[in-house]
């Protein structure tokens, strides 16, 4: 018998995992993964069940891999990509859990792909204008395609066994939203921390002239994503926020007529899920 834990935060990227991971890990009987996003089941699939396992500490408590990479499979263009990791999640889930349950939380599919696209350029994955990126690369929509990422799932799970959030719901009422987690995963209500406040945030952000600078110059060094988690896990906050403010400034908007050709082509999508979950965006 493998070792696998029993829930899984799927995702969507960019969609507040960081901050629900969070909260529900100050729970008393619950353990989040360390790191948050081991990525087994995609990236680190061969590293095998014994590597996992040490990725949680605590085994008697509910265990919680909060991977985002889990729901980012190649849906425009499956059998170009069939040898990617990102491929055949549910499958493996399945095979080492069958009894498995999931928490995805999602947040308007355009907002999310925006964010996304931007996370891609803060690390150096991605340097096109975005409305050239969105439409040369489907992968910030499959992303954002709530309903073609879930029913990859539904092949291998009941609906039962998934929570669907909204990130406006967690922002919004986040002792409710947590309340829906602990009913999911049979805790009792009392154990809801007090204090709410969570510290970790997704947050959007571009780099200033000199991040840029500084990011490309580091990039071509290929240390820039080492470099970076190296100095949040050791600088204190503090000082690592000022860099971080030193270094950055807020995205632009997005302009409104690519906002309306991207409403208009994730339109299915957003009916198709709704149809399957019950959650309205709007």
């Not at 100050?26 to 996992?52: A, V």
């Not at 980012?72 to 889930?93: D, K, T, Y």
């Amino acid at each position: 018998m493998v070792f696998c834990p029993d829930i899984f935060l799927i995702g969507a990227q960019k969609a507040g995992t960081t901050t629900l991971a969070t909260l529900l890990d100050s729970f008393p009987n619950i353990s989040l993964s360390r790191p948050k996003e081991p990525h087994f089941f995609t990236k680190n699939y061969h590293l095998g069940f014994d590597w996992y396992a040490k990725c949680f500490d605590n085994k008697d408590n509910i265990l919680i891999d909060a991977s985002t990479s889990y729901t980012q499979a190649f849906l425009s263009n499956p059998e170009a990509h069939a040898e990617s990791p990102l491929m055949g999640v549910p499958e493996r889930i399945k095979a080492a859990n069958a009894n498995a349950k999931f928490i995805y939380i999602v947040r308007d599919p355009v907002d999310r792909a925006y964010s996304g696209y931007w996370h891609a350029v803060r690390v150096g994955d991605e340097s096109r204008p975005f409305e050239e990126a969105i439409r040369a690369t489907s992968h910030y929509l499959d992303q954002s395609d709530y309903a073609g990422q879930i029913e990859l799932y539904l092949r291998h799970f009941k609906l039962e066994n998934f929570l669907i959030i909204r990130l406006k719901d967690l922002n919004q009422n986040p002792r409710e939203t947590l309340a829906r987690c602990a009913s999911f995963l049979e805790i009792d209500h009392s154990q809801i921390p007090d204090n709410l406040n969570s510290e970790a945030k997704n947050v959007s952000y571009r780099y200033n002239k000199t991040g840029r600078v500084i990011s490309k110059i580091l990039n071509e060094r290929g240390i820039f994503k080492k470099l970076t988690k190296q100095a949040k896990k050791t600088l204190p906050k503090k000082v690592y926020l000022r860099l971080g403010n030193l270094l950055t400034q807020e995205i632009p908007d997005m302009r409104k007529e690519t906002r309306a050709e991207l409403r208009q082509k994730t339109e299915a999508s957003v009916k198709r899920f709704e149809a399957i979950s019950g959650v309205r965006f709007q």
